[in-house]
């Protein structure tokens, strides 16, 4: 569980968490980079812990502070046992399974958790959020298992786990207890107070955390789809000019517009068309590259506003407001991340596309009945099978893909004997869109593969000087195929130099 290797992509500088984060402040700290909280920050924090020590010591009733949780929530705890209710909370809710939640997931969450925490409505320990902020800047990962979320819960606990010196996380690459990863960063484990435990479990932060990450890196592979596009444009496109002049006037957004503007950079200077090869208009998958690619790129502006806007809301519950003397406890519903929920289903979809497009173009160069090279861009035609089986594998991840992008939001769903009646599923919606994405990342990386091995067979190398830079990138790393090693390893170097890079010149 070692962090992404795209964290290269962005800057080290300490980020400053004074008013809420932004998806990219998120993604930025979830990528390695220290979070520094503002006196204002510390300050609304240790407010927010006086008024629930007021809502205890006036025994006024509130959620999770003095009461059980879920369907318990009428049953009242006396002060003495709220310490306890806080940890037990977090070892019943650590009910998580599966493989471990990958690293840059898990600080994504923490730092998602932490953001809440500094709105001041939690009443959180200042000692709590600060021993938190110690574990994601000592390079402290919790061990958090990827299943069996329906919102937040399972995640969060194993957090929390940590903070008391339970659970398990990773320091340095190596698994060690909860208490050993505390005792390395000479902190003492935590005794909960009262609400803690529910605060440390609570909101929206899984789900928002994990979307952020979503949409950066979706951001940045489709990138990379344009440039697999223009890659195979260049040799099996028909046409010279179809993303220049007012060829995108009649759908005229920002993502279209840009989308045509980045092909026509690509394309600079592209070969021309075989003679005798023209066409009175290209393939879906080649010409429709502006309005597909564009319309994700418009779907992830409006997807980054939703997350932002979420960075900023509330989402604990019970929220605590008023003053110490005249304490408030609002028990509502802002943990529920419908939109979140929405947003990472959103995410899901339009990262499935932009696999499915790319899938179409792989067929189309491996296919000698449309591309005009040899069959499967087999170096041996008729001894050995080339890229033919490569196209399955990008049929099969494209496959996966649409099972995957089945929104997650109408799930729904029952627990807590009736009390949590409806589930939103925010968390599992993020979780698969993170799937979709590293799926539709090898899907590009076969493209990519394949236009190489398209350009060395027809010895016809790349007309634009930006192709050349893609092409010289490929080349790097893998040589020309011959049947002569698995397939595989090459399509996962090229699926990590996607995860670890930029395209060139962008």
């Known amino acids: 569980m070692k962090i992404d290797p795209a964290s290269a992509q962005f800057s080290t500088q300490p980020v400053l968490l004074d ?9 930025a700290v979830a990528r390695g980079a220290r979070l520094q909280l503002s006196d204002a920050v510390e300050q609304r924090i240790r407010y927010a812990r006086r008024i629930v020590e007021g809502l205890v010591a006036g025994e006024v009733r509130g959620y999770g502070i003095n009461t059980g949780v879920g369907a318990l929530c009428d049953v009242i705890i006396s002060p003495e046992d709220q310490s306890a209710l806080s940890r037990n909370i977090l070892f019943s809710h650590a009910c998580g399974v599966g493989e471990p939640l990958e690293a840059e997931g898990v600080r994504a969450i923490m730092a998602t958790q932490i953001n ?30 990827s299943r069996g979320s329906v919102g937040y819960l399972t995640h969060t606990a194993a957090i929390g786990l940590v903070l008391i010196g339970a659970g398990e996380a990773l320091l340095d690459g190596v698994r060690v207890s909860g208490a050993e990863a505390l005792r390395r960063l000479d902190r003492k484990p935590l005794v909960l107070g009262a609400k803690e435990g529910l605060s440390l479990v609570n909101g929206t932060v899984c789900g928002t955390g994990l979307a952020s990450l979503a949409l950066a890196r979706l951001r940045d592979l489709v990138e990379w789809g344009d440039a697999a596009g223009a890659f195979s444009y260049e040799v099996l496109a028909r046409q010279e000019m179809t993303f220049h002049g007012s060829s995108q006037m009649f759908r005229d957004t920002s993502g279209v517009r840009g989308t045509a503007e980045n092909m026509q950079r690509w394309l600079d200077g592209m070969n021309a068309p075989d003679a005798g090869s023209f066409s009175t208009q290209d393939p879906l998958s080649l010409r429709a590259i502006p309005q597909v690619h564009g319309a994700i790129r418009d779907e992830l502006d409006q997807i980054g506003d939703v997350l932002t806007q979420e960075l900023r809301y509330v989402s604990d519950n019970p929220a605590v407001a008023g003053s110490p003397e005249r304490p408030e406890v609002y028990s509502q519903a802002n943990a529920v991340g419908a939109s979140v929920a929405f947003a990472s289903d959103r995410l899901a979809i339009i990262a499935a596309q932009l696999g499915a497009i790319a899938e179409r173009r792989v067929d189309r160069l491996v296919n000698p009945l449309v591309s005009g090279l040899p069959a499967f861009l087999g170096a041996e035609a008729g001894r050995g099978s080339g890229f033919m089986i490569a196209q399955y594998t990008a049929a099969g991840l494209k496959g996966e893909n649409r099972m995957l992008a089945v929104p997650a939001s109408l799930a729904g769903g029952i627990t807590s004997a009736l009390q949590e009646d409806m589930l939103t599923h925010a968390t599992p919606a993020a979780e698969k869109s993170l799937r979709i994405i590293r799926n539709t990342r090898m899907i590009l990386a076969i493209e990519l593969l394949c236009g190489a091995q398209a350009r060395d067979l027809s010895a016809k190398p790349c007309g634009s000087h930006r192709l050349r830079q893609v092409y010289d990138a490929v080349r790097a790393r893998v040589p020309l195929y011959a049947d002569d090693r698995p397939l595989s390893q090459d399509m996962e170097q090229i699926s990590a130099m996607l995860a670890a890079q930029r395209p060139p010149d962008c």
């Open 116 to 145: 809440n925490f500094a709105l001041g409505k939690s009443g959180i320990s200042w000692q709590a959020v600060e021993t938190m902020l110690a574990l994601l800047n000592g390079g402290v990962t919790p061990v958090v298992p």
């Open 19 to 27: 008013q809420p984060l932004s998806p990219e402040q998120v993604v």
